[in-house]
């Protein structure tokens, strides 16, 4: 949630920090503003909407400044207008700060302070401390600063009476440092920091100091601390290729997706160099958690594990987890799934999981996220940069993931040889079979049926249920459809008053145990007028329903894989019929750095 980014260097950097929220915007996009240092004084241009808003106002002004830094906006207190859209400028006009994270004593803080505020955010409240504080040295202050803050930051100041710095300090909200031949650039995402020779990842009570061709990092007690240097692997989070939308791009991604997870983790000894096999032996219960279309492939995995094993599989949101007063049993695993790597939600959980003293895995997309440091073990997902906000790409690399795993997990406990390597084959195998033009065209056709909807319903059992789950998000995500997923069975007990002759329902039918119980659920929704679309492999009568989407006749454990994407283009045609951006809906931000 929220980008910034700053640069100071050895010419004009304001291109560069424009060009660096730009590959931010996904955080947020309700307002963008570059704070500048210009011939020795503090200057601010500032824009309601997105980015493009702002580089057209900065267009008009032309700065020029060596130290520079910038915020793209996802409002969290305040409404998304100018006045309250960073950076913020004390009232001496010395100071200018960008800040990413939620002060949450920000209203205490106000009281203390008693003096006037211009927004109703949040973050200003750091900038009067600033201005109280200011003991002519930057760093100093920030330090003690720092100490009545409680909550998360990444924040980036720049001030008049310190040119040729820029300051930057991080509690929580992910922050990184870079050093490239043009100057020093600090970013609060490590995909989005573009060229540099290499990074560092700040940690809590980090506090650094950015000259053009330097970067010092120091701790709390005014310390200068040594972190890993890490070499950032090129990202093209900017570039769209051929394709009007991320999303669109992302979506024909997947099979390359697959194939490359499945390439990093083909064999047991790959598994067992990640994860000890006397950790699996240990494991008698998994929970797995996650926020959003994570959590749904947690829910899925679950499914896939079950298939597989006899250990006692539970999902938890981690919004609900960190509140709940369930303590794990000791010989509990838990496994957080995340793509970016950075949700708060999902980071507090993995961090109370530690407390327990429980075994932690992480599954993410995000080399050197907060996510892959904090926890025992990390697997990752090489779905490359997810810049769209639904997710994708990432979440069909997740479910790869998760029959790999499962697939290591039977191969240790039962004592089976060659089953991840069976299990890579047949992923392999099955992302061959998105057929990505005939799935888009077929996708685009549903569209129109639907996509003057209100309402509509998605039911399925089983796997087929945590597909209804993901597709339905998916759909409310891009299109503003209200769209509600029901395990099949569960219609008749409510939700079936709400159809009528103008409803569609997706109905999922994908496993052949099921189809007659799934059937009678399909012609409970038909007797009620609902118009149904049915996806499924198998040879149905369809007289009666609206639309049959015949599924190739793959193995129907890996179906999930190939059926979402389906509706991964559903979701986002209909976005494209109504005129909307699915890249940036409403009110969303693809990575949540706050609880
Ligand atoms: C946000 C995004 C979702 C995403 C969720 C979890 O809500 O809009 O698309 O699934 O965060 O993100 P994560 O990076 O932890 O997978």
Redesign the pocket.
């Known amino acids: 949630m929220c980008g910034i980014f700053g640069m100071i260097g050895k010419s004009n950097v304001v291109p560069n920090v424009l060009g660096g929220i730009e590959g931010l915007e996904y955080r947020g996009y309700d307002s963008a503003g570059i704070g500048y240092i210009e011939k020795n004084k503090v200057k601010v241009i500032k824009q309601v909407g997105e980015i493009k808003n702002l580089k057209t106002e900065v267009g008009r002004v032309n700065p020029v400044s060596f130290n520079c830094v910038a915020h793209t906006r996802w409002a969290t207190h305040g409404k998304p207008n100018k006045t309250n859209a960073h950076p913020f400028v004390s009232t001496n006009k010395d100071f200018c700060l960008v800040h990413n994270g939620i002060i949450e004593n920000y209203a205490e803080l106000k009281k203390q302070l008693n003096c006037k505020f211009l927004s109703e955010t949040d973050s200003e409240v750091i900038l009067k401390l600033i201005e109280k504080y200011y003991c002519e040295n930057m760093l100093e202050t920030l330090v003690k600063v720092s100490k009545l803050l409680k909550g998360s930051y990444a924040l980036a100041i720049i001030s008049s009476k310190e040119p040729d710095k820029l300051f930057v300090s991080k509690m929580v909200s992910p922050c990184v440092v870079g050093i490239s031949a043009d100057g020093t650039k600090v970013c609060s995402d490590i995909n989005g920091i573009g060229k540099v020779d290499y990074s560092y990842v700040l940690e809590n009570n980090n506090f650094a100091v950015l000259t053009v061709d330097g970067i010092k990092i120091y701790n709390e007690k005014l310390e200068q601390v040594k972190l890993k240097k890490i070499k950032v692997e090129k990202s093209d989070i900017n570039n769209k290729g051929k394709f009007d939308y991320f999303m669109q791009k992302e979506i024909y991604e997947i099979p390359n997706s697959v194939n490359n997870t499945v390439n990093l983790y083909q064999t047991f000894e790959q598994f067992e160099k990640v994860l000890p096999k006397t950790i699996v032996k240990k494991t008698k219960n998994i929970i797995i958690v ?8 947690g829910l899925m995995g679950r499914k896939i594990f079950e298939q597989n094993l006899n250990i006692n599989i539970k999902n938890e949101l ?1 919004s609900e987890f960190i509140y709940s007063k369930f303590v794990p049993p000791k010989n509990t695993l838990m496994i957080f ?7 708060a ?2 980071l507090k959980a993995l961090k109370i999981a530690k407390q327990y003293g429980l075994k932690t895995i992480a599954i ?3 080399k050197n996220s907060s ?1 892959s440091f904090i926890a025992d073990y990390c697997f990752y997902t090489l779905a490359g940069a997810e810049v769209a ?3 994708t790409k ?2 069909v690399s ?1 479910l790869s993931m998760f029959y790999l795993l499962a697939s290591y997990f039977k191969e240790v406990i039962m004592d089976k040889i060659g089953l991840v390597e069976s299990t890579a084959n047949n992923l392999k195998n099955i992302s061959k079979q998105i057929n990505l033009t005939k799935f888009n065209i077929l996708a685009n056709n549903v569209a129109n049926d639907i996509y003057l909807s209100q309402s509509l319903y998605m039911i399925g059992r089983n796997f087929d249920y945590v597909t209804a789950l993901e597709s339905s ?1 998916k759909l409310k ?1 891009i299109s503003y459809i209200h769209s509600e997923a029901y395990a099949s069975g569960e219609l008749k007990h409510g939700t079936i008053s709400l159809i009528d002759n103008n409803t569609f329902v997706f109905a999922f039918l994908t496993e052949k145990d099921l189809l007659e119980k799934s059937l009678s659920n399909v012609n409970e929704v038909i007797s009620r007028g609902g118009k149904v679309i049915l996806l499924t492999q198998y040879n149905l009568k369809s007289d009666n329903v609206y639309k049959l989407i015949k599924l190739n006749n793959i193995d129907e454990f890996y179906m999930p894989i190939v059926v979402i994407v389906i509706m991964q283009l559903i979701a986002f045609h209909v976005s494209v019929l109504k005129k909307l951006n699915p890249d940036k ?1 409403r009110s ?5 750095t706050v609880e």
């Not at 799934?337 to 949700?343: C, I």
């Not at 969303?588 to 949540?592: F, N």
Request: net charge negative.
């Open positions: 996650g926020c959003g279309t994570a959590y749904h492939a981690a799934v995340s793509q970016s790597g950075e949700t939600d999902t993410t997309n995000v996510i906000v639904a997710s990432a979440y997740q998000l995500e809906p969303l931000a693809k990575s949540v």
